[in-house]
T-cell receptor, first 114, second 116 residues
Framework: KNQVEQSPQSLIILEGKNCTLQ??????????LRWYKQDTGRGPVSLTI?????NTKSNGRYTATLDADTKQSSLHITASQLSDSASYIC?????????????FGTGTRLQVFP | GAGVSQSPSNKVTEKGKDVELRCDPI?????LYWYRQSLGQGLEFLIY????????KSGLPSDRFSAERTGGSVSTLTIQRTQQEDSAVYLC??????????????FGPGTRLTVL
């Protein structure tokens, strides 16, 4: 069964600290993995997209890694800011026929306090 | 427009009524997606359009749900005979549709549906 699991479910950190969010998946055949940031009451915003051959991708203070062998991804946030408070959603695409089927994780709720 | 827009932003309806949700994608985006996000749950994929056709309808939860897209632009998601479990935020996204597997999807603000 195609599944995406994220951990931790929620996380509280102090402003300026780093943190790492985890995403484990059992999706086959794998097409790509995306990380989204969703502010409360808003639609998700794409942070990174990685295909099978990519190990790491950065977007400002956000760095995503992918290990396709162990089927794990992480999102590292450096020097956190109050505006980083949001839900972070991992989405894995399963290639089905000639289209992708998106499987969503339930997200990690990050709160950054001053 | 500057981004994906959805209307209405909030909809309260009575059980058994039909509702229609609208999505205006970013101009020029050929791919359009509908998702549902229930309280405390992750995003759930419903359907996507490439142009006016829907290659993947597998996410629609029941035959009470239908969607259409006309002119390769505006899309409507219709829920017939609404049930309380349909209460959720319905999100629409669009993308260029050039390379489906790696397109960045741009999301609208969502429509919050409450079924009483």
């Amino acid at each position: 069964k195609n599944q995406v699991e994220q951990s931790p479910q929620s996380l509280i950190i102090l402003e300026g600290k780093n943190c790492t969010l985890q995403c484990n998946y059992t999706v086959s055949p794998f097409s790509n993995l995306r990380w989204y940031k969703q502010d409360t009451g808003r639609g998700p915003v794409s942070l990174t997209i990685m295909t099978f051959s990519e190990n790491t991708k950065s977007n400002g203070r956000y760095t995503a890694t992918l290990d396709a062998d162990t089927k794990q991804s992480s999102l590292h946030i450096t020097a956190s800011q109050l505006s980083d408070s949001a839900s972070y959603i991992c989405v894995v695409s399963a290639l089905r026929y000639n289209t992708d089927k998106l499987i969503f994780g339930t997200g990690t709720r990050l709160q950054v306090f001053p | 427009g500057a981004g994906v827009s959805q209307s209405p932003s909030n909809k309260v309806t009575e059980k058994g009524k039909d509702v229609e949700l609208r999505c205006d994608p970013i101009s020029g985006h050929t791919a359009l997606y509908w998702y549902r996000q229930s309280l405390g749950q992750g995003l759930e994929f419903l359907i996507y359009f490439q142009g006016n056709s829907a290659p993947d309808k597998s996410g629609l939860p029941s035959d009470r749900f239908s969607a259409e897209r006309t002119g390769g632009s505006v899309s409507t998601l219709t829920i017939q005979r609404t049930q309380q479990e349909d209460s959720a935020v319905y999100l629409c996204a669009s993308s260029l549709g050039l390379a489906f597997s790696t397109d960045t999807q741009y999301f609208g603000p969502g429509t919050r549906l409450t079924v009483l």
